[in-house]
C-alpha cells in the first residue's frame, strides 16, 4: 500500500512539474541554430556544379503571460556561403557569401498533446532582417566582377512546430511549417557600374521551414 501511495506521489509530482514549464510565471532562455546545406550537380545539359551551406544562431528567451500563453524575443546571426559552376557553353562561376542579422518579437500558444510533454505550438510575430552578400562572378569572355548587396527585409507571420519537454528544466523544439508575408528593400552595388541599383520585393507563403532547425531552453520561475 506504502508502495502504491509513494508511486502515486512520484507520478503527480512529475506531472505538477511538467505543467509548471507552461503555466504563468515561468521564464525560459535557451538557444537554437538552423543548418541546411547544397551539394548538387548536373550533367545533362548545362554541367552545373552547386555546393554551399546556410547556419544561423538564434538566442531567444521567453515569459508566460497565462498558462500555455507565452510571448517571447529572438535574435539571429547567420553566413552563408555557395559556389556555382556552369561549363555547357563557357567557363562562368560565381561564389556568394553573405552574413545576416534578425531580431524578432512573437506570442506563442502551447497546445498539449501527449502526457504533458509533447506539445504543438503557435507562433504569430513580427521580425527584422539585415543581410550583407558579395559575389563574384568569373567569366571566359566577360571577365570577372563582384555585387555588393544590402538587404533590409520585414515580414509577419504565423510559424508551426512541436516542443518536447525532456525534463522539469529543459525542453527541445523545431519549427515545422510557416505562412509569412515579407516585404524586402534591396541595394545592389556592381563594380562595373558605380550607381546603385535599388530594388523592392514582396512575398507571400505557405510551407515547410527550410533546413534543420532545433532550440534547447532552460525553463525556471
Not at 566582377?145 to 507571420?157: F, L, M, P, W
Request: glycine residues 8%; contains cysteine.
Amino acid at each position: 500500500m506504502k508502495k502504491t501511495l509513494c508511486a502515486l506521489g512520484l507520478l503527480l509530482a512529475s506531472s505538477c512539474l511538467a505543467t509548471a514549464q507552461t503555466e504563468k510565471g515561468t521564464k525560459a532562455i535557451g538557444g537554437g541554430f538552423n543548418i541546411s546545406t547544397n551539394n548538387f550537380k548536373d550533367n545533362n545539359n548545362s554541367n552545373r556544379k552547386s555546393k554551399g551551406f546556410d547556419l544561423s544562431i538564434l538566442p531567444t528567451a521567453e515569459y508566460f503571460i497565462a498558462n500555455n500563453l507565452s510571448i517571447k524575443a529572438q535574435l539571429g546571426v547567420g553566413y552563408s556561403k555557395y559556389t556555382n559552376e556552369y561549363m555547357s557553353y563557357s567557363a562562368y562561376s560565381t561564389k556568394n557569401k553573405s552574413n545576416n542579422l534578425s531580431a524578432g518579437a512573437y506570442v506563442r500558444k502551447y497546445i498539449p498533446v501527449i502526457d504533458k510533454k509533447l506539445f504543438v505550438f503557435v507562433d504569430a510575430g513580427l521580425n527584422y532582417g539585415y543581410t550583407k552578400k558579395n559575389t563574384q562572378y568569373n567569366d571566359s569572355y566577360f571577365g570577372s566582377y563582384e555585387t555588393d548587396v544590402k538587404i533590409n527585409q520585414y515580414s509577419v507571420g504565423a510559424y508551426s512546430g512541436i516542443a518536447y519537454f525532456i525534463s522539469p528544466k529543459f525542453g527541445i523544439e523545431s519549427s515545422l511549417l510557416k505562412l509569412e508575408y515579407s516585404h524586402s528593400n534591396d541595394k545592389t552595388t556592381n563594380t562595373n557600374t558605380p550607381t546603385p541599383e535599388n530594388t523592392t520585393t514582396s512575398t507571400l507563403g505557405l510551407g515547410l521551414v527550410s533546413g534543420l532547425n532545433l532550440t534547447l531552453k532552460y525553463y525556471f520561475k
